[in-house]
């Protein structure tokens, strides 16, 4: 078995690809796989593939499929990876320097579950910004597994995972956006330990034009990534348990993240369809927010997300959009 197999999904990132790769290669870690998916790329990155693979045939993996977006190529990664450890890298993004030797061995010291380690954003012109995984010490306890589901960073790629979690099917939800999201809050019922690193070791790129950054009609893909989240919580039986995190996460989701990201429109009726979406969708999943003790331990954040409901739509639009 493969120590570690990194999944890679390539589409229309030409001018970033050697980057990245180059810099999985890097990481002088033994047995290492690199599984690089093609997914319909209409640039020249599958010739760059091509290049890498008869370079490094001993590692570096390729693959060509029709377009299915990033969940798609990862799943398909997923499917052929024949590590104990299996990780994630978005081809726009790059790697520090021993990141992975260093999280494998972290990994093998109590036998993680999931590994996790800080970031940079690395923006256009070379600005680094660190940010954190919001952990800063190992977890072994379901209590405290719990408590990490409102302040774990959301994203697939800075992390490390046993392979045994895929085992029963868990597989990155296709057709939507935000998948990371999505995709985490499932996992978290699987978790039994998570490891922390707290080095900068993922470098995330900005690129111009990120939904996130802009208005993007595909950011009401949070409402259903939330929709298919709580269904796997109650489909699982396990919705009554997880209540109190998965309330405070979804409510920080759809009042924060979701209807920020669609007042930067500068369009106030998507933004009024959007705050009563979100609304309904709370009201309609959970109930009696001020018992939860999550709101009152986040200070400011809690507290502006148990008084959202009063708060006045246009007001909200336009603190939002200049935020």
């Known amino acids: 078995m493969k120590s570690l197999s990194v999944i890679v999904p390539v589409y229309r990132v030409e001018q970033y690809l050697a980057k990245c790769l180059d810099s999985i290669l890097a990481q002088n870690v033994p047995d290492m796989e690199i599984l690089v998916v093609d997914d319909g790329s209409p640039d020249d990155c599958y010739t760059i593939m091509q290049r890498y693979a008869q370079a490094y045939p001993e590692q570096v993996r390729i693959f060509q499929k029709p377009n299915g977006g990033l969940s798609d190529a990862r799943n398909f990664g997923l499917s052929h990876a024949e590590g104990e450890y299996i990780a994630f890298v978005d081809s726009d993004d790059f790697l520090a320097e021993h990141m992975y030797a260093t999280m494998l061995a972290k990994a093998r010291q109590q036998d993680f579950d999931l590994v996790v ?20 010490q190992d977890i072994f306890t379901e209590e405290e597994i719990k408590k990490s589901m409102i302040s774990l960073y959301p994203a697939a790629w800075n992390k490390i995972y046993h392979r045994r979690l895929f085992e029963q099917e868990l597989r990155f939800q296709k057709g939507v956006w935000f998948e990371d999201v999505e995709f985490l809050y499932r996992l978290f019922p699987h978790l039994h330990s998570i490891g922390v690193v707290n080095q900068p070791f993922y470098q995330y790129v900005q690129r111009d034009g990120a939904i996130t950054a802009t208005f993007d009609h595909r950011l009401f893909d949070y409402l259903k990534n939330w929709e298919t989240i709580l269904a796997s919580y109650h489909q699982n039986g396990q919705f009554e348990k997880y209540q109190a995190e998965l309330q405070y996460s979804c409510m920080r989701y759809l009042y924060a993240t ?12 998507i933004f009024q369809d959007a705050y ?11 109930s009696r927010a001020w018992r939860n003790p999550y709101f009152y331990r986040t200070g400011a954040k809690g507290i502006y997300l148990l008084t959202f409901q009063r708060l006045s739509a246009w007001l909200l639009y336009l603190w939002m959009r200049n935020k």
Do not use: E, T, W
């Open 276 to 286: 009563r979406q979100a609304r309904a969708f709370v009201h309609q999943h959970f």
């Open 258 to 269: 979701f209807l920020k990201g669609v007042a930067r429109g500068h369009n106030f009726s």
């Open 117 to 136: 380690c800080d970031l940079n954003y690395v923006f256009p012109g070379g600005r680094i910004q660190p940010a954190s995984c919001n952990l800063s």
